[in-house]
């Protein structure tokens, strides 16, 4: 049988690879002609503490659970109950690592605004050590491309929503994270799936992953360790976080 081929299906390695880039639709990575999320006014967020049977990141009074770089101390600052980026010391990496989860967590964009575009109240949360990131934007009234909202996959898949609060109100994910599989040899058996919640509404759906998140590309998997930190980016904005908490949701043979 003769299969006609595109220069763009050539590109694609397998069939498999095929069908999640397909996902991805026609537009390319960060697409400023790419439609964005409709804009959907949520009310005000309330405070979650950490459910039962939670494992507590972040209570509002200690950063013991995060570093800093190479396992140093964390260098942001607690204010308000809050941990709040403190420009230019890096990223917050958890000391614990961890596999599938269901992470709650909740952000505030710095108010006033500064800045526009990715230039305002970005940061991010990252699965899988530093790999697999769930944008955080001021999304209020803040037009950037569409895979770079907040709720974005960064730079692979947009939110359905934009569910965005103004800046200075406190806003909540909740991100069910399913790491990738690989085999022994470090093949990939099953991609990263992440659903997003924001606000109480659901903006990613069980949504595959086509491989790291990265600025400017989409490199493609490389097999990692099954359990691996969670993180927050320092992207030189005043973002704040509370009430961090997870459930792993790691099954034997899953
Ligand atoms: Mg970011």
């Known amino acids: 049988m003769k299969i006609l081929l595109t220069a763009a ?54 950063l013991d659970q995060w570093s800093s770089g190479e396992g140093a101390p964390a260098k942001w600052k607690i204010t308000d109950g809050a941990m709040e980026v ?18 709650h967590i909740e952000w505030m964009a710095p108010k006033p605004a500064e800045g526009k575009d990715q230039d305002r109240g970005n940061s991010g949360v990252f699965f ?26 960064y730079g692979q898949f947009p939110p359905t929503k934009n569910m965005a609060l103004p800046p200075g109100e406190w806003q909540t994910y909740d991100i069910i994270y399913y ?49 691996l930190p969670i993180s927050l980016q320092d992207h030189g904005h005043k973002v704040r976080f509370r009430n961090i908490w997870l459930h792993e949701l790691e099954k034997s043979g899953k």
Not at 129 to 148: F, H, I, K, P, W
Request: hydrophobic share 35%; net charge neutral.
């Open 9 to 62: 299906s050539l590109a694609l390695c397998s069939m498999s690879l095929h069908a999640q880039a397909s996902k991805l639709g026609d537009w390319p990575q960060h697409s400023r002609q790419r439609p964005t999320a409709p804009i959907v006014h949520p009310g005000p967020q309330k405070a979650q503490k950490a459910t039962a049977g939670a494992i507590s990141l972040f209570d509002g009074t200690t």
């Open 86 to 103: 403190v420009p230019g010391t890096g990223t917050l990496t958890t000391k614990a690592s961890f596999g599938d989860v269901h992470l």
């Open 128 to 153: 899988g050590g530093g790999r697999y990131e769930v944008q955080v934007l001021d999304s209020y009234e803040n037009v950037t491309y569409a895979d770079g909202q907040a709720g974005a996959i």
């Open 179 to 227: 790491r990738p599989r690989f085999d022994a040899s470090g093949k990939l058996l099953k991609p990263a799936k992440m659903t997003v919640t924001w606000n109480g509404v659901d903006v990613q759906d069980n949504m595959e992953l086509v491989g790291p998140t990265a600025n400017g590309s989409r490199p493609p998997y490389e097999a990692h360790a099954d359990k």
